[in-house]
């Protein structure tokens, strides 16, 4: 589970809902018909940009935001140079024992097409093609959220207006435009909490996810070329520390 996600989260709501009650109550905050604009017409919005299906698609790509199991870079790079050394001393059909240890998918398939016998190439183009997928759909999660991140505050202004409009038709009583303006406001607030608070944080976390997860991938990817082509494990090594950061590489070196 991402900590940080489910902190930032509570954090900023619990933030807003404090100052809100120092100031005056929550009630005059609770607005249904507002909630309706701003929610259903950041969904609807949604819906008419995306096909049905990607939009559905959404709740397993927020999963990612909140849980997102991975291996350290450390654990891939020992276990490449471990398979190479096994490789050159017994051979590549030696690995056959190791890749039901695996619990990556991609690494799994791709140790499986070296002990196949595939050509480097052939196994790195195929490879290569399954990143460039997980690429996609998970650039496609990250646009959604990015795009009600877009739409929210945007409903917010349209519902301020139509409490504008509202408001203007009850002019004749003074009294009442004090708390039709509160009201028209609130559509703002609200889509401005959902689209600074949830959307566009959540698109954030998935893209940064997303790049771990690809360097992940493609790690992995040049470690079974590596080992494919018969190189010494301490090149292999040397290699896969290439991917990494100077601060990340000393600190696990």
């Known amino acids: 589970m991402d900590i940080a996600t489910i902190l930032g989260i509570i954090s ?38 995306y096909p049905l299906k990607d939009v559905l698609s959404v709740g397993a790509v927020l999963k990612n935001a909140f849980f997102f199991k991975s291996h350290s870079p ?24 190791e890749v039901n240890n695996l619990s990556d998918a991609f690494a799994k398939k791709g140790t499986q097409l070296a002990i196949d ?62 708390p039709a303006m509160a009201v028209a406001l609130i559509t703002t607030f609200y889509g401005a909490v959902m689209a600074n608070a949830v959307f566009l944080p959540l698109a ?19 470690g079974i070329i590596s080992i494919c082509t018969g190189e010494n494990p301490r090149v292999i090594e040397q290699k896969l520390y290439a991917f990494l950061s100077p601060r990340l590489r000393q600190s696990i070196q």
């Not at 619990?14 to 018909?33: K, Q």
């Not at 276990?79 to 690995?95: D, N, W």
């Not at 954030?204 to 360097?215: F, I």
Request: charged share 15%; aromatic share 6%; proline share 3%.
């Open 12 to 49: 900023a709501f619990s933030l807003i809902i404090i100052s809100i009650s120092t100031g005056s109550g929550l009630g005059i905050f609770i607005n249904i018909p507002s909630m309706m604009i701003v929610g259903g017409g950041t969904l609807g919005a949604t819906l008419i940009n």
């Open 204 to 222: 954030g976390k998935l893209k940064t996810r997303s790049q771990e997860e690809l360097l992940e991938k493609e790690l992995i990817l040049e």
């Open 117 to 178: 016998g595939l050509e480097p190439s052939s196994i790195r183009n195929i490879l290569e093609t399954e990143i460039q997928y997980i690429e996609t759909r998970h650039k496609l999660g990250c646009e959604i959220f990015n795009s009600m991140g877009a739409y929210s505050p945007a409903m917010g202004l349209i519902g301020t207006l139509i409490g504008l409009v509202q408001m203007l038709q009850s002019m004749d009583d003074p009294s009442t435009i004090g």
């Open 74 to 97: 450390q654990y891939w790079i020992s276990t490449m140079v471990q398979y190479a050394g096994k490789a050159r001393k017994e051979g590549i059909l030696s690995l056959e024992s």
